[in-house]
Each structure stands twice: as C-alpha cells, then as structure tokens.
C-alpha cells in the first residue's frame, strides 16, 4: 500500500507555478529523497505535505497527521518553555497517553534529562537541535517529513539523526526527505526524486551508480548541484 | 475589442453627464429652503450608492476569490475597493461642503456621514495590507478574509449608528424640503445622474483589473527568472 | 486548552506583553487627565469611552504578541502541522489573549477610579457581563488579524489599523454601556439594544473566524 501519493499537484504564488504536474507515490516503508536545486520546488512540496500549505490544484493523500511529524528549517521549539515542558506539550498535542513518561523517556534518550527543567532559551545550539529532534521523534510517527534537516545541525545532532532515522526505517517508518547533501541523502534512500523547475524531471529507485557517483544524477536529469 | 467597449462606454458616459449638467444647472429650480447648493446632492447622493455597489461587488468577490483561488476575483475585489474609495471620497467632500453652507460647519457629525468615513477607513486598511504582503496568492487569501470581516463590520456599524442617532440627535444630509417631501423631478435626476457615474465606475474598475493582471504576470515572470 | 495553557505559561514566565501593556494602559489614563479637567463632574458621562479607548490601545500589544509569540524558531509551523484543527489552535490563542485581556482591564479599573474619583462598582455583575462580551470581541477580532498580519513587515502598524474600526460597533456598545453602568444608571428599555448588539458581534465574529481561520493558518 502506498503511503504518500501525490497526484498532479500545481502550486501557484500569483501566475508563477512553483509546482508543476508533479505526480508519485511511495510505498509505505520506503524512504524517498527529493533533490533539486534552491528554488526548484522541493521545499513548498514538504510544505504542502505537512499541512502548512494547500495544494493549488491537485491531490495529496497521506496517512493520518497524528503519525506524521514535520522538521522544518527551524526546530521548532519554545524558548521560555523548559525542555520538558516542550516536549509535553507536544505530546499532548499529538495525544499521547502519558505526555510526562514519554517526555522524561526522550529527554534522557537525546541526553537532555540533566537540564529538563530549565528553560530552552540557555541551550547551546547543539542541545536545542537534539531537543527538536526528541521532539519530532517521540510520538513514534509512521510519517516523516524532513527539509534539509543535515544543514542546520551539527555533527552530534546529525548523528543522532541518522540513528533515529534507521530506528524508524526499521519500525516501518516511511520517510521524504529534502536535501543537498546527496551523498547522506542517497545512501538512506530508496527512492529518488528530483525536481527542476518546479518539475519532475527524475522519479524512480535509488540505483547504486547513485551512490558511487552522486552528482550523476544531476548532470543526467538537469538542474546542477 | 476592450478598448474600443471602453471608450464606447465612456464616451457615452460623458454625453450623459453633459446633459444632466445642463438639466441641473439650467432647468430645474432652486430648492425652496436650501438654495443652489441642493444640486450638490446629484453627485453626493449616486457617489454614495456607486461606493456602495462596489463595497457589495469587492465583498462578493474575495468571497468567490477564497472559495475558488481565483486571482481574477482577487483583482476584481482590489480594484472595486479603490473605485469605491474614490466615490466614497467624493461622497465625504460634497457632504462636508454641504454641511459647511447649511449648517455652517465642515463636520457636524451626520451619522451617514461618519458611517460612510468609517468605511472609508476599514476599506483603506483593506488596500493598506494588500501592499505589505508579496506572494499575490497569500495575498488573496488574507486580504479576502480581511474583506468579508470589512463588510460584515461596517454592516453592523451602520445599524449600531442608526441606534446612536436615536439616542442622540444629530443632523442629517437630507434634500427633503421644509414639507418632508422630494420633488419628483429632483429625485429622478439623482437616478439619471447615477447611471453615468456607474459607468464611469465600471471603466475605472475594467482598466484597474487589467493593470494588476499586468503586474501579476510581470511578478510571475520576475520570479521565473530567479527561480532555479 | 493546551495551546492556551502553553501561551499563558510562556507569558507568565516573561511577563512582556503584560507589563509592556498594563504600563501602557496607566500612561493613558495618566495622559487623558490633562486632556480634561480629571475632577470634574462630567468625567462620569464620558469615563466610558475613556476606559475603553485605554483597553483598545493597551489590547492591540496582546493581540499582537498572540501569534507573534510562535515567530521565533518557526513553532507556528509545528502547530500548524500538527493534528490539532487549525480552530483548536485559534481558540487556544483567543482564550490566551482573552485572559491576559481581562487582567489588564482588572489592573486598570482601580487606577482609573482613583485618577478620575469614579466609582466603578456600582453594579458589578453589569460592569462584568460588558467587560466579558466586549474582551472576547477584542479577543477574537484581534486574534484572527494577529494571524493574517504575523508574517508581514510592518506588522505591528497594521494590526491596529485594521482593528480599531472594525471593532466599532463592539466598542460603540460597550462604551455607552459603561457609561450606564458608571453613572449608575439601569441598563433597561432602549439600552438593551447595546447588550444584544455586542452578543450579536461576538457570535457573528466568533463564527465567522472559525470559518475562516484555516484559510489564515494554511497559507
């Protein structure tokens, strides 16, 4: 059973077509990552996947938002909340049974539980990274959304990350992600998307000559790196 | 084609207004009580209801424009808005001058009057916001909300006006002589001087909507040369 | 409730927008008595519009953090995609707003009755309902404009701009509603129009927001 499909979306900001006919699906389990330049669309389909936008035209199908979690370019966290406070809360939100167990469980999980109750705002970059990956990550979802989450986090977090990424990979979690990073991007995915101009122009199985050579894929299909 | 329409109906529309100048200013009487300047009232009285009409038509549009994100609707709800401002101001000036030669004070507050600034402002807040947001399409969605919580406002503005002036009388714009009665023949001219005013509403609207589907493509084209 | 529970606990910890406000609302009042003279009789007959002008301009600083609290870090888009209904998230900010409302109009009314020799308790329960029915007006209505306006340049301009004359007839009713209840006359016969159009604003716009509000939220 497919887990995402996309059919002919068409995303318009006035007359300009951010989107254009984009159409795929993926298989529930799979992980798709979605390439393309700055400005190619990549970030405004994510958008349209979370929720945070409405498709022009066009349908989006998804499994249910309670299973979904959204990481945008920022983390998404309250800076006068104390880290345990964050993390309830969002629990509540996605209306888990026991906000505080889960809460307390992530924070010691993302290394955080030493300073769970003092607020975000005296974090280090790197810690409040972690934060918002707990964040993301604590209601287990079935669905992640990512947006080039490998730019904005330092070596620690990414690690950490990938950890958690292989763990959802291996629970059955299905994943899009966009990204720059190909070579990281690849190597997790099986599914590759690359948008030009707000358009398809590569929809297909990650190959491993991917892998060996990642930046083929944009001399072969357009829009450089 | 467009133009030639346009220029048909505005060639039209002046034809019309020279001959209701000439009906007003040289065939009907002076008012009994007010002199010459009732004649004022052919313009501000069809201003009003021209102000109106586009207020109802920009309503209906965003409403069209959120339901279906249409931008045509969009730039139909904008250029009605700016048109209806116009007429609006004319309707503001001509009543002001009129208060200032019978009452002999340029604001009395009339309550149609200060109903009619009242939507003056929250219209022009309308416009205000339309020129802080970029993206046209977002643009569309909030101006819209914006607009339909304008006219629901000002809706219920006028109603709580009409209870205010019952509670405290104030004077009111009127072409009623001492008897309470309209001469038919000064009314029917209101309605006659109303029609070129309309069309010359209509142009304005038609040449605004254009400009901004211009604008429009202009942005589309801008962003289609930076985008990747 | 969660939303609202979270704004309330994020302002009570930084107390910006309550202490920039309640500041804001007792230099007005110290401002409106050299307008007029603060010890004359008449200062009962328009006490009303006075109150309520202060807890519109002190009111626009809540509204306008109601939204622009989610700015940093981008949490709007956390909620937003979250499986919360976008009306959820924007009575959780209504009730915020609306709270933080009355306890600025709680912190204002004894100031004002010592600055302007008022007596303001005369008929409490009257005194109460209007500043209930009238808060929500403003808490609503500005709610709603704080999300359309959260993303734009010149956000703090306009939120006022587009609030105060659409909030009029709010305002018309509660001004000549306290006006009574200062005055202490009865609000009865024809005054009651005023009570029913304040009710009438806050279901038409309550309902009218919750309509809307997806469209505002996703964009």
Same mark, same amino acid.
């Given at each position: 059973?497919?887990?995402?499909?996309?059919?002919?979306?068409?995303?318009?900001?006035?007359?300009?077509?951010?989107?254009?006919?984009?159409?795929?699906?993926?298989?529930?389990?799979?992980?798709?990552?979605?390439?393309?330049?700055?400005?190619?669309?990549?970030?405004? +389909?994510?958008?349209? !996947?979370?929720? %945070?936008?409405? &498709?022009?035209?066009? @349908?989006? #199908?998804?499994?249910? =938002?309670?299973?979904?979690?959204?990481?945008?370019?920022?983390?998404?966290?309250?800076?006068?909340?104390?880290?345990?406070?964050?993390?309830? +809360?969002?629990?509540? !939100?996605?209306? %888990?049974?026991? &906000?505080?167990?889960? @809460?307390? #469980?992530?924070?010691? =999980?993302?290394?955080?539980?030493?300073?769970?109750?003092?607020?975000?705002?005296?974090?280090?970059?790197?810690?409040?990274?972690?934060?918002? +990956?707990?964040?993301?990550?604590?209601?287990?979802?079935?669905?992640?959304?990512?947006?080039?989450?490998?730019?904005?986090?330092?070596?620690?977090?990414?690690?950490?990350?990938?950890?958690?990424?292989?763990?959802?990979?291996?629970?059955?979690?299905?994943?899009? +992600?966009?990204?720059?990073?190909?070579?990281?991007?690849?190597?997790?995915?099986?599914?590759?998307?690359?948008?030009?101009?707000?358009?398809?122009?590569?929809?297909?199985?990650?190959?491993?000559?991917?892998?060996?050579?990642?930046?083929?894929?944009?001399?072969?299909?357009?829009?450089?790196? | 084609?467009?133009?030639?329409?346009?220029?048909?109906?505005?060639?039209?529309?002046?034809?019309?207004?020279?001959?209701?100048?000439?009906?007003?200013?040289?065939?009907?009487?002076?008012?009994?009580?007010?002199?010459?300047?009732?004649?004022?009232?052919?313009?501000?009285?069809?201003?009003?209801?021209?102000?109106?009409?586009?207020?109802?038509?920009?309503?209906?549009?965003?409403?069209?424009?959120?339901?279906?994100?249409?931008?045509?609707?969009?730039?139909?709800?904008?250029?009605?808005?700016?048109?209806?401002?116009?007429?609006?101001?004319?309707?503001?000036?001509?009543?002001?001058?009129?208060?200032?030669?019978?009452?002999?004070?340029?604001?009395?507050?009339?309550?149609?009057?200060?109903?009619?600034?009242?939507?003056?402002?929250?219209?022009?807040?309308?416009?205000?916001?339309?020129?802080?947001?970029?993206?046209?399409?977002?643009?569309?969605?909030?101006?819209?909300?914006?607009?339909?919580?304008?006219?629901?406002?000002?809706?219920?503005?006028?109603?709580?006006?009409?209870?205010?002036?019952?509670?405290?009388?104030?004077?009111?714009?009127?072409?009623?002589?001492?008897?309470?009665?309209?001469?038919?023949?000064?009314?029917?001219?209101?309605?006659?001087?109303?029609?070129?005013?309309?069309?010359?509403?209509?142009?304005?609207?038609?040449?605004?909507?254009?400009?901004?589907?211009?604008?429009?493509?202009?942005?589309?084209?801008?962003?289609?040369?930076?985008?990747? | 409730?969660?939303?609202?529970?979270?704004?309330?606990?994020?302002?009570?910890?930084?107390?910006?927008?309550?202490?920039?406000?309640?500041?804001?609302?007792?230099?007005?009042?110290?401002?409106?008595?050299?307008?007029?003279?603060?010890?004359?009789?008449?200062?009962?007959?328009?006490?009303?519009?006075?109150?309520?002008?202060?807890?519109?301009?002190?009111?626009?600083?809540?509204?306008?953090?109601?939204?622009?609290?989610?700015?940093?870090?981008?949490?709007?888009?956390?909620?937003?995609?979250?499986?919360?209904?976008?009306?959820?998230?924007?009575?959780?900010?209504?009730?915020?707003?609306?709270?933080?409302?009355?306890?600025?109009?709680?912190?204002?009314?004894?100031?004002?009755?010592?600055?302007?020799?008022?007596?303001?308790?005369?008929?409490?329960?009257?005194?109460?309902?209007?500043?209930?029915?009238?808060?929500?007006?403003?808490?609503?209505?500005?709610?709603?404009?704080?999300?359309?306006?959260?993303?734009?340049?010149?956000?703090?301009?306009?939120?006022?701009?587009?609030?105060?004359?659409?909030?009029?007839?709010?305002?018309?009713?509660?001004?000549?509603?306290?006006?009574?209840?200062?005055?202490?006359?009865?609000?009865?016969?024809?005054?009651?129009?005023?009570?029913?159009?304040?009710?009438?604003?806050?279901?038409?716009?309550?309902?009218?927001?919750?309509?809307?509000?997806?469209?505002?939220?996703?964009?």
């Amino acid at each position: 059973m497919s887990a995402v499909s996309v059919e002919n979306v068409w995303k318009y900001f006035g007359d300009f077509p951010a989107l254009r006919e984009v159409n795929f699906t993926l298989e529930s389990g799979n992980c798709l990552a979605l390439l393309g330049r700055n400005g190619a669309g990549k970030t405004t +389909l994510l958008r349209i !996947l979370a929720g %945070l936008s409405s &498709a022009s035209t066009g @349908a989006v #199908k998804l499994p249910d =938002r309670r299973r979904a979690a959204y990481l945008g370019h920022n983390i998404g966290i309250y800076d006068e909340l104390s880290a345990e406070e964050n993390l309830r +809360l969002f629990a509540q !939100l996605y209306e %888990l049974p026991d &906000a505080n167990k889960t @809460a307390a #469980k992530w924070l010691e =999980r993302v290394n955080l539980l030493h300073v769970a109750e003092s607020p975000v705002r005296e974090f280090s970059r790197g810690m409040r990274q972690r934060l918002a +990956l707990a964040r993301v990550f604590q209601h287990e979802p079935e669905m992640l959304l990512l947006d080039e989450p490998f730019t904005s986090l330092d070596d620690r977090a990414i690690a950490l990350l990938q950890d958690l990424m292989r763990e959802a990979k291996a629970r059955g979690a299905t994943i899009v +992600l966009s990204t720059h990073q190909l070579k990281e991007a690849l190597e997790l995915a099986s599914d590759v998307v690359l948008l030009r101009r707000g358009q398809i122009s590569y929809r297909g199985p990650r190959t491993d000559a991917m892998v060996h050579d990642p930046s083929a894929i944009y001399r072969d299909y357009g829009g450089e790196a | 084609m467009r133009e030639k329409i346009l220029t048909g109906v505005g060639a039209l529309a002046a034809a019309l207004l020279v001959r209701n100048l000439y009906v007003m200013l040289l065939q009907l009487p002076d008012e009994a009580d007010q002199g010459a300047i009732y004649r004022i009232m052919f313009f501000h009285i069809p201003a009003f209801f021209t102000a109106g009409i586009c207020y109802i038509v920009s309503m209906c549009a965003s409403g069209y424009s959120l339901w279906k994100s249409d931008l045509k609707a969009d730039a139909l709800a904008m250029a009605a808005t700016e048109v209806g401002l116009a007429f609006a101001a004319v309707n503001l000036i001509t009543g002001m001058i009129w208060g200032r030669i019978i009452w002999g004070i340029w604001w009395a507050w009339d309550p149609r009057l200060t109903w009619a600034l009242i939507c003056w402002l929250v219209y022009f807040g309308y416009l205000m916001l339309r020129q802080a947001v970029d993206d046209p399409s977002e643009r569309a969605k909030i101006t819209a909300v914006v607009n339909i919580f304008a006219f629901v406002s000002v809706t219920i503005t006028w109603k709580a006006i009409t209870w205010w002036r019952t509670q405290h009388p104030g004077p009111v714009l009127s072409i009623r002589g001492a008897n309470g009665k309209t001469d038919p023949a000064i009314e029917s001219m209101i309605y006659q001087n109303w029609i070129p005013l309309l069309m010359l509403a209509l142009i304005l609207v038609v040449i605004r909507v254009h400009q901004e589907r211009a604008l429009r493509e202009l942005d589309a084209m801008r962003r289609w040369a930076h985008a990747a | 409730m969660a939303i609202a529970a979270k704004d309330l606990r994020s302002e009570w910890r930084t107390k910006e927008a309550l202490n920039a406000s309640g500041a804001f609302a007792i230099v007005i009042l110290l401002l409106f008595s050299f307008a007029f003279d603060p010890a004359s009789d008449s200062t009962r007959e328009f006490g009303g519009g006075l109150l309520w002008l202060v807890f519109m301009f002190a009111g626009a600083l809540i509204v306008n953090r109601t939204f622009a609290r989610e700015l940093p870090n981008d949490c709007l888009e956390v909620l937003i995609s979250s499986p919360v209904p976008g009306a959820a998230i924007f009575l959780g900010k209504v009730w915020a707003s609306f709270v933080l409302l009355i306890l600025i109009e709680l912190i204002s009314l004894p100031v004002f009755g010592i600055f302007y020799n008022i007596v303001w308790w005369n008929q409490p329960g009257w005194l109460a309902l209007v500043l209930v029915l009238t808060t929500w007006a403003l808490s609503v209505v500005g709610t709603l404009f704080g999300a359309l306006t959260v993303n734009l340049r010149l956000r703090e301009l306009m939120l006022p701009m587009l609030l105060y004359p659409m909030l009029l007839p709010a305002l018309m009713a509660a001004i000549r509603l306290t006006t009574l209840v200062l005055m202490n006359e009865p609000v009865a016969g024809d005054e009651l129009v005023w009570l029913k159009l304040l009710i009438g604003f806050d279901i038409i716009f309550t309902s009218l927001s919750l309509a809307l509000v997806d469209f505002v939220l996703v964009r």
